[in-house]
């Protein structure tokens, strides 16, 4: 018999795990997999909210089947556009046609765009109820968490809020769906790194949904990825509002690109004088072998960043010239950052760096090493210059 996940006596979980895909959006790496949760309500009228992504399409249908066992369905409330939620859109309508989609007036520009699906539409808006019985739906928008179309559903009955991406997480739901089910030590990197990576440039429309979410009483929380919130609530919102004001803890992460190794040298030499300096916690990447996904992950938690490249073809190193334009697309703020750079003869490595350090306007220190070829004494002596100015600054924010 096919497993039944209820989350209370009339709402059921019926999302799916990915455990295939390497890449998340085809971008961002996840090797503990991902989650597409979708939720059913069963009362006087049927309710779905949202669906998945569509490659678990199947086993998907087969979920809701097994609890509507040939009952209809009636209302389709549509969250978030995106498809890891859209995907599997076309086969629930083909399956119940006559289905009522509910959305807001920007979500239905994207349904048609995507899906040519332009029929059965119900809009709602900030403040629309829709009765389903016993429980209640109400609506509130909360645009750019993650798309501008993002709303989040509130049933008022059960104070479960089905809130879209916003508390999500990467990792499959492995047996447990409950936070208190699942090994939240496990996956906590996986849930700072989903914000991280995925909404983690929308601080300021996170932080205005927040504030209008607060006067609600709210006893579960139906992300649309990871654990489902009921022991953990203020845990997990309290990390919202942390990770979306960018605040961050004291220490320093340091990334270098180096091809033979001179500028690895520079960024351990600024780790060691940091530790010696009273900064303890300090993460180094090499950004040919870490993925973006984590080194933006750290930088989300500490206040320090040294980026370090050597020059290549008269600009940075590509790994990190990915890395910067990422972080500059995402507009993170308030870090302190000090780079360096490597050259064998004409360089450019510091040059983008201090381009990069322009656009994204980190205070930044303003002692800059750069070797020729092999670093030397006075290389080091500046970088260990760099390293105090940064540990001196970071316990003056932080003491
Ligand atoms: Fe999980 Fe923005 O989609």
């Known amino acids: 018999m096919h497993n039944q996940n209820n989350i209370t006596e009339k709402i059921y979980w019926i999302g799916t795990n990915d455990r295939r895909t390497h890449l998340f959006e085809n971008f961002w790496p996840i090797p503990k997999g991902v989650a597409y949760n979708s939720y059913l309500i069963v009362d006087e009228k049927v309710a779905i909210i949202d669906t998945v992504e569509r490659s678990t399409m199947e086993e998907y249908m087969d979920n809701i089947e097994s609890i509507l066992n040939g009952r209809k369905a009636d209302y389709f409330i549509i969250n978030h556009m995106e498809p890891d939620h859209s995907g599997s859109i076309r086969s629930l309508i083909e399956r119940y046609p006559d289905i009522q989609i509910v959305g807001n007036k920007k979500t239905f520009p994207m349904l048609q765009n995507f899906y040519g699906i332009s ?56 047996g447990g769906i409950f936070d208190d089910e699942v090994d939240l030590d496990y996956l906590e990197d996986e849930i700072s790194r989903y914000y991280s990576n995925i909404v983690g440039k929308y601080g300021r429309p996170t932080q205005t949904a927040l504030k209008k979410l607060s006067g609600l009483e709210i006893k579960l929380i139906c992300a649309t990825h990871g654990p489902i919130w009921r022991s953990h609530i203020p845990e997990i919102v309290a990390k919202y509002d942390k990770w979306s004001k960018y605040e961050t803890d004291k220490g320093c992460v340091i990334v270098f690109a180096s091809m033979y190794g001179n500028t690895e040298k520079m960024a351990d030499n600024i780790a060691r004088r940091l ?33 370090a490249s050597c020059a290549y073809n008269g600009e940075m190193f590509p790994a990190m010239e990915s890395l910067t334009n990422e972080l500059t697309h995402m507009g993170i703020k308030d870090h302190l950052l000090g780079i360096l750079g490597g050259k064998s003869w004409g360089g450019g490595g510091l040059k983008a760096l201090k381009k990069f350090s322009e656009n994204i306007k980190w205070e930044t220190i303003e002692v800059m090493p750069e070797a020729l070829c092999a670093p030397k004494d006075k290389d080091f002596e500046m970088c260990e210059e760099l390293a105090d100015k940064m540990a001196s600054r970071l316990h003056e924010l932080y003491d």
């Open 275 to 307: 530790v010696k300096k009273g900064i303890k916690k300090i993460r180094i990447h090499d950004v040919s072998k870490t993925a973006p996904s984590y080194i933006i992950n750290d930088i989300f938690k500490y206040r320090g960043v040294v980026l």
């Open 119 to 174: 029929n059965n539409l119900l809009e709602v808006k900030e403040g629309s109820q829709i009765d389903l019985g016993e429980h209640k739906l109400n609506f509130y928008m909360i645009p750019m968490v993650h798309w501008p179309e993002t709303m989040v559903t509130y049933e008022s009955t059960t104070k479960t809020l089905f809130s879209g991406d916003a508390f999500g997480a990467f990792g499959t739901l492995d």
